[in-house]
Each structure stands twice: as structure tokens, then as C-alpha cells.
């Protein structure tokens, strides 16, 4: 729950709102692409967090890729320039991307002062990060269930009163995601390559696969099966882009929304208004309050996370101001700014990342190997998970 609420986000409707008035809606189509892969990637990158993590003195377990980086490839300096990256990219995609779209929402639906709202959440912020990756999930999973079933329950009532238009819809981003008509395919062309730039990247914003930040999560996890443990990488991948992200689109494309010129909250607000009403409005800002709200509260934890291998426990408090100080700044903000800061944010915390997962891929092949092949018994035993669960042993130990 805790890498759902990390997961789904602004990127589920502000996000798809973006990528299709950018790229159009063939954006979609990459997008798909994008969590296709990254259905792969995160459960390469959930098992090396689990095979590769540490446990403390208080007995939590903590990992990611600067622990596989260091551990696993034994390139200390890519661990930490991971780690510093994510730090950044915890300001940029967890923090400022989801203030600035709450701040929209409320002042499109309820005319509340930027400054106002970002003051509000950073207060909140700052009093839920204090419990860590731990207190976050205890918020998460009570958060996340609610907030996905609702979205998803009103996003379905809106494609069933314009069922008719669904088959067209996905039509049009099959057509456009490989349009190469326009001017001999020049112009086609560009829009093709701006659909697949808008789709790739806003499906990894919202994924976040590849990134290495959400496994810390599952790194952090009481699982003793990295295999097993990475399984729920992959459903977070298909709820988050697969299903809501697409249910999103959908409701645009077949409402005919999308040619009212209008983009992120308050493409959102026109659509849902169109069968709800003024109820429409409420909810969209309620959904993407909530929805930035839990992501917002799960990077506070991998932000801490990450500052943690870097300082050890020395500057806690002091990124958790900053933090907190942070979603003031996103409300102010420009939209284009704050997603230009997210891709570089984005880039940065990728490459390492990859470059891990492209290192290590003989251990995540093996790791597959054993899960699809050896009954689960032999596989704990082999591996020594019930050694782990026990506390007998640490993920640390030599032979793991």
C-alpha cells in the first residue's frame, strides 16, 4: 500500500490530462508500452531490494538500490549519486508535482489561495514523516483502498454512459500512436515522437518503475521471498497504469473533453462535471487531494530513506522541513516548470538505477529460475529465508 500510495497519483489524472493534450492520444498507446517494461524492471529491482537489504539495530529491514549498488555491484559512488538523486527527485516528483496539482484543484474548485493550501500540507507533512517508512504505511493502508476503489467506481460510471464511444476512443489511440499521414510523414512524424516522449514519460512518472524509489518499500517489507516479495511490484504497476491510468484517458477521449483545450485539473473538472454536476467538481478535487496527499506522505519516506545512507540519522529533522517547505513552493510554481523538474529529477535517479539492474540481471534471472521452477519449500530452504524470518540471520550474511 505503501508503494501504491507512491505510485498512484497526479500522474493517474493530471498526468494522463498532460500527455494527452501534449502528445494527443496516441500517448496513451506508450504509456501501455512503458508499464509493459516496467512490470518487468520493478520486479527485477523488488528482488535485488530484498536479496540486498540491511537490518538495522532496531530490527527493520531498509533497501534500494544504493544497497544493491553498493552491495551487489560494489560501486559505492553510484549508490550515493542514486542517493542524492533521489533525495532531488523526492522534492521534484514526490513533493512539489503533487502540492502544485492539490493547490490547482482547490483554487480551480474552491478558490483557495495557493499559499494557503501549500501551508496546510506542509503541516501535515511534517507530522506524518515523522514515523517513517513505518508510520507511512499505517496511513497508506488505511488511505489507498479507499481512495483507488472510489476513483475507479466513478470513472467506470462515467464509461457506461458513453459505452458507445469506447471502441472509438481506443481506435483513435491506436491510429495516433503510429500517425505518420501529415505532410509526407514530417509532421506525423514529429507528433508520433512527441506522443512517445509524453507517453514514456508520464507513464513513468506515474509508475515509477525503473526509478528505484518504490522497491524501497518492498526492501523494507517483514517478506522473506524476494521473488514473492516482487510479485506485488508488478500488480502495482498494473493498477497504477494499466488500469487507472487508462480508465482515466478513456473518460476523456470518449466524453470529447479532451477538444475543449482545456489541461490537468481542470480537464479533469469538465469531465467528470459532465455527468456528476457540480458533485464532479468536488470530486476531482477530493481525488486529486488524495491521491497527491498519499504520494506525497510515501516520498517523504523514501526521501528519509535515501538521506539516511547518505548522513546516517543526522539531518532527519532538518529534511523533513525542507520537505514540508517544499510543497509550499510547488504551489506557486508554473505547471510546466514543475513536470520539467520532474523528468530531470527522473532522469538522474534512472541511470544508476539500470545500470544496477543491467549489472545484476544474472541474479534477477536466476531468482526467476527458482521461483517458476523449485516448490517453495526447497526455495526457502536453499535461500535460507527461514533463516531470515526467524532473525536469525540478516539479508547481509555472506552466501545470501
Known amino acids: 500500500m505503501t508503494a501504491l500510495a507512491g505510485s498512484i497519483g497526479t500522474g493517474n489524472i493530471v498526468g494522463v490530462a498532460t500527455a494527452l493534450t501534449i502528445g494527443g492520444p496516441g500517448a496513451i498507446f506508450w504509456m501501455w508500452v512503458s508499464a509493459g517494461i516496467g512490470m518487468t524492471t520493478i520486479w527485477g529491482e523488488a528482488v535485488l531490494a530484498v536479496k540486498y537489504r540491511v537490518k538495522g539495530k532496531d530490527g527493520r529491514f531498509t533497501g534500494g538500490p544504493m544497497y544493491y549498488l553498493e552491495r551487489g555491484v560494489g560501486k559505492k559512488g553510484l549508490a550515493l549519486l542514486f542517493a542524492a538523486a533521489c533525495v532531488l527527485a523526492s522534492f521534484g516528483m514526490g513533493n512539489m508535482a503533487q502540492s502544485n496539482a492539490i493547490a490547482g484543484a482547490l483554487k480551480e474548485g474552491f478558490d483557495l489561495p495557493p499559499l494557503f493550501t501549500g501551508s496546510i500540507i506542509a503541516v501535515l507533512l511534517f507530522l506524518i514523516s515523522a514515523g517513517g517508512l513505518k508510520g507511512t504505511a499505517k496511513v497508506a493502508e488505511k488511505l489507498v483502498p479507499v481512495m483507488t476503489l472510489g476513483y475507479i467506481g466513478a470513472c467506470l460510471a462515467i464509461l457506461f454512459f458513453f459505452s458507445g464511444e469506447i471502441l472509438p476512443a481506443f481506435q483513435l489511440i491506436f491510429h495516433d500512436a503510429f500517425s505518420l499521414e501529415a505532410a509526407a510523414g514530417g509532421v506525423g512524424g514529429t507528433v508520433m515522437l512527441r506522443a512517445m516522449e509524453c507517453g514514456i514519460s508520464r507513464g513513468i512518472f506515474t509508475n515509477e518503475a525503473g526509478l528505484g524509489c518504490s522497491v524501497m ?43 475543449t483545450g482545456k489541461d490537468g485539473a481542470a480537464l479533469s473538472t469538465a469531465c467528470f462535471s459532465l455527468l456528476f454536476g457540480p458533485w464532479g467538481e468536488v470530486f476531482v478535487c477530493g481525488a486529486i487531494t488524495l491521491f497527491a496527499f498519499a504520494t506525497m506522505i510515501a516520498w517523504s519516506a523514501y526521501g528519509q530513506t535515501a538521506m539516511e545512507y547518505l548522513f546516517g540519522g543526522r539531518f532527519r529533522k532538518a529534511y523533513r522541513l525542507a520537505f514540508s517547505g517544499a510543497a509550499v513552493l510547488g504551489c506557486q510554481l508554473s505547471l510546466t516548470a514543475v513536470w520539467d523538474l520532474c523528468d530531470s529529477f527522473n532522469g538522474l535517479m534512472a541511470i544508476p538505477n539500470i545500470a544496477a539492474l543491467f549489472l545484476l540481471s544474472g541474479e534477477i534471472v536466476k531468482e526467476k529460475q527458482r521461483c517458476l521452477g523449485r516448490p517453495k519449500k526447497k526455495l526457502r530452504k536453499s535461500r535460507g529465508y527461514d533463516k531470515i524470518a526467524t532473525g536469525a540471520e540478516g539479508p547481509s550474511a555472506p552466501g545470501f
Open 217 to 259: 518499500a518492498y526492501g523494507g517489507s517483514d517478506g522473506t521471498e524476494p521473488g514473492k516479495q516482487a510479485c506485488w511490484g508488478i500488480l502495482q504497476v498494473f493498477i497504477d497504469t494499466i488500469l487507472m491510468c487508462t480508465l482515466t484517458a478513456l473518460c476523456f477521449l470518449t466524453t470529447g473533453m479532451l477538444s
